[in-house]
């Protein structure tokens, strides 16, 4: 596993490439409140890392950092929405942070082809970004209407 820092700690970020060499668009994907762990039986982890694989094989690079690690957030609702107003921006920090260190990955990222995806409270971090930044490179996914 590769890291960056951000915030003065180190960030554990999972790397995903795709089989072919040379320089690829990169997706940053930010999880949810279940963090990358096993919640009440789901496996939230898993569900990323195979969305994860898939990319990876359609041709992206994708980083999933572990943003809780900034703040030591363990994963749950129980956990982290009562800590969410104290380390929301620190978060969305880290995440610009993994965005950057994408960016510095020449020997395989295409730097001007970067983007945030987002799960859950990811989602809404990924949304905050795009307000917070105009140079953040944000995507909506999944946003079709179920009704």
Not at 54 to 82: I, K, M, N, S
Not at 99 to 128: C, E, P, Q, W
Request: aromatic share 12%.
């Amino acid at each position: 596993m590769a890291t960056f820092n951000s915030g003065g700690n180190p960030i554990t970020v999972d790397v995903f490439l795709p089989a072919a060499g040379g320089l690829h668009p990169a997706i940053v994907v930010a999880y949810g409140t279940e963090g990358l762990g096993v919640i009440r039986g789901y496996d939230a982890g898993a569900a990323i890392r195979g969305f994860a694989e898939y990319l990876a094989d359609a041709g992206f690079v994708v980083l999933v950092p572990h943003y809780f690690e900034r703040t030591q957030t363990l994963p749950g609702f129980e956990t982290v929405l009562p800590v969410y107003a104290r380390y929301r921006d620190g978060w969305l920090e880290t995440l610009d942070d993994c965005l950057n260190y994408a960016a510095s990955r020449t020997a395989d990222v295409d730097k001007t082809k970067i983007g945030l995806l987002g799960f859950s409270l990811g989602g809404h971090l990924r949304g905050a970004a795009a307000i917070k930044s105009s140079k953040q490179r944000t995507a909506d996914f999944f946003s079709k209407h179920l009704g």
